[in-house]
T-cell receptor
């Protein structure tokens, strides 16, 4: 089954404790991205990657890191989480070809206390 | 500044009503307009519109794009409680990146 898999689905952590949210897709998509969703603000892009070893900042990259060592995986790293990073996070993937839709993971609900 | 704006932000209707959701966009190197439905979790794809004036239809849902006026509408006829969700509009641009609107929250009450 074609899918984007994120883990964990829920995470509560303390300020400053490094964490990683994993994302994996099995559709051989070139393009992967991370979004955060906050009430009234919609989906805002954090980072994206056009292919292996190619990453770039989205609209709200501060406090986040990513890597793309393999085509299927695109982990999101929070080196020192803060309470303002409490949010719902989505990973998405798509073909790089225009005119194709993005597929989303199930989301990770992160709470930083 | 590139942006995608959806209206209304929130809508409450009775079962059987028809609703129209709006999405306007100003995006450089625009490619296509997408609609997603988000229930409890991940957004799921509904439509992609690339050409102006051609309606896409799926059951009770339909959508159309106006590339001259830079907007799209999503219509839902004979609404059901299962239509309750957040509806997201996204504009794709250069390569295949996406700008998302803030969404319209639709609640259908019996």
């Amino acid at each position: 089954e074609a899918q984007v898999t994120q883990n964990p689905r829920y995470l509560i952590t303390v300020t400053g404790k490094k964490l990683t949210v994993t994302c994996s897709q099995n559709m051989n998509h070139e393009y992967m991205s991370w979004y955060r969703q906050d009430p009234g603000l919609g989906l805002r892009q954090i980072y994206y990657s056009m292919n292996v070893e190619v990453t770039d900042k989205g609209d709200v990259p501060e406090g986040y890191k990513v890597s793309r060592k393999e085509k299927r995986n695109f982990p999101l790293i929070l080196e020192s989480p803060s309470p303002n990073q409490t949010s719902l996070y989505f990973c998405a993937s798509s073909l790089a070809r225009p005119g194709t839709e993005a597929f989303f993971g199930q989301g990770t609900r992160l709470t930083v206390v | 500044e590139d942006k995608v704006v959806q209206s209304p932000l929130s809508l409450v209707v009775h079962e059987g009503d028809t609703v129209t959701l709006n999405c306007s966009y100003e995006v450089t190197n625009f490619r296509s307009l997408l609609w997603y439905k988000q229930e409890k979790k991940a957004p799921t794809f509904l439509f992609m519109l690339t050409s102006s004036g051609i309606e896409k239809k799926s059951g009770r849902l339909s959508s159309i794009l106006d590339k001259k006026e830079l907007f799209s509408i999503l219509n839902i006829t004979a609404t059901q409680t299962g239509d309750s969700a957040i509806y997201l509009c996204a504009a794709s641009y250069t390569g295949n990146q996406f700008y998302f609107g803030t969404g319209t929250s639709l609640t259908v009450i019996p």
